[in-house]
């Protein structure tokens, strides 16, 4: 800890994050697979993608604040090996769904761990260059891993045998990749003295604006991109010209490529113009896309109906990309150097509930079907407009 640093060094912790992210996400394309080939309830692929948050959350705190008292790198090492290890355990989900459960919590474990503490890890790694780049650069590498694990994993299962085992192997080699690559990257933070306990929730997160002008639309982040490839891609997957698992890999990617496409222009933004606007943007585009996913529902009889949720895509991977980068730059004006992690953390925390969209959506749809509550979701993205506005002026 401590050690020095080139200009070069943020890569080969945002490689960390983007690896971790990878495996988080591999099994998304794969819902309507499990259903099929496996008889898997749609209520069950929804638990185990959602699975995932119980892990990821309390460890996002936890780690946060322990990476706070100890450092990065330590915390690093360890995680990047529980992911390959969740990997490994998914490799026997055809023999047991017990299997699938594990390997979603532990991927859910190891995220929480390298997402707070990693972001951390690459803006601090990033110092010396112009302000905002380090929450750029760790947002494009969570995003990047995620949609890039996502399309690879879809593309494999369509195409290679096995299709159940063999989408998980990419993540084995870049995982290990990542593994040695990170082991002896620099770190230069430098743990505080004080003996203290640190709080588990830092002070910032409970400031008013914190609490009203972040808090509320955080969920939307990972809300967005999942409704995107876990709910409508895996509703219309039965039109996808008989390729379904490639059709919910490439809506990975145009997701998440959308919303990684976006954050630089988006961080310009957060330069030159009131705090609101950037979340303000995301939301339109959350509400715009949600809306627009419920009417391709309703019309089962459109021709190219499949097709038609490219553009869909897009706008949610937008409003994700878009809140993403949103708060993570009001973190970074929020936090000091001795909270910044624990506050990622908390937003993290917000954020990933959102990861439970499909399920909430699975078992809401009991009652009159998906499209009212997607509907419901997209005015809720215009409603929290005007009081994202009023708190972040």
């Not at 047991?96 to 532990?106: C, K, Q, S």
């Not at 995003?143 to 879809?154: E, Q």
């Not at 933004?269 to 809306?291: H, I, K, Y």
């Not at 949720?309 to 936090?335: C, D, F, K, M, R």
Request: net charge positive; with cysteine.
């Amino acid at each position: 800890m401590g050690s020095p640093v080139d200009r070069h060094s943020w890569v080969r912790a945002a490689l960390a994050v983007f690896a971790v992210g990878w495996g988080a996400n591999q099994f998304a394309p794969l819902l309507y697979l499990y259903r099929t080939e496996q008889g898997l309830a749609q209520s069950d692929v929804t638990a185990m993608f959602s699975v995932y948050i119980v892990g990821l959350l309390p460890t996002l705190l936890v780690a946060g604040r322990w990476s706070d008292r100890r450092g990065r790198r330590v915390l690093m090492r360890p995680v990047l090996v529980l992911s390959l290890v969740a990997t490994v355990l998914m490799l026997f989900g055809p023999q047991d769904p017990l299997w699938l459960y594990l390997g979603r919590f532990l991927a859910g474990l190891a995220s929480g761990a390298a997402f707070g503490a990693g972001s951390a890890w690459v803006r601090e790694l990033s110092a010396g260059a112009p302000p905002g780049t380090g929450a750029r650069r760790a947002a494009i590498a969570l995003t990047g891993g995620f949609g890039l694990g996502g399309l690879a994993a879809g593309v494999v299962a369509e195409f290679a045998p096995a299709p159940m085992v063999s989408p998980y192997v990419p993540h084995l080699v870049l995982g290990s990749v990542a593994l040695v690559a990170a082991w002896t990257a620099p770190d230069p933070y430098l743990p505080s003295s004080d003996p203290a306990p640190t709080p588990l929730i830092p002070a910032s997160a409970g400031t008013r604006r914190f609490l009203l002008g972040v808090a509320p639309w955080a969920p939307l982040v990972f809300g967005c991109a999942s409704m995107s490839f876990a709910v409508l891609a895996d509703l219309l997957g039965g039109d996808a010209g008989g390729r379904p698992t490639l059709y919910a890999g490439v809506m990975v990617g145009v997701t998440l490529g959308a919303g990684v496409l976006i954050q630089p222009a988006i961080r310009r933004l957060a330069t030159v113009t009131p705090p609101s606007r950037p979340p303000m943007a995301g939301l339109t585009a959350a509400a715009v896309g949600m809306a627009a996913g419920a009417l391709l529902l309703a019309v089962p009889d459109l021709p190219g109906r499949a097709v038609w949720l490219l553009p869909v895509a897009v706008l949610l991977g937008i409003g994700y990309g878009t809140l993403l980068v949103a708060g993570l730059v009001e973190v970074e004006l929020q936090s000091g150097p001795r909270d910044h992690a624990g506050l990622v953390a908390v937003f993290y925390v917000m954020a990933y509930f959102g990861m439970a969209t499909p399920y909430v959506i699975a078992e809401l749809s009991r009652f009159g079907g998906p499209i009212p509550w997607i509907a419901g979701l997209a005015a809720v993205c215009v409603l929290l407009i005007p009081v994202t506005a009023r708190q972040l002026r």
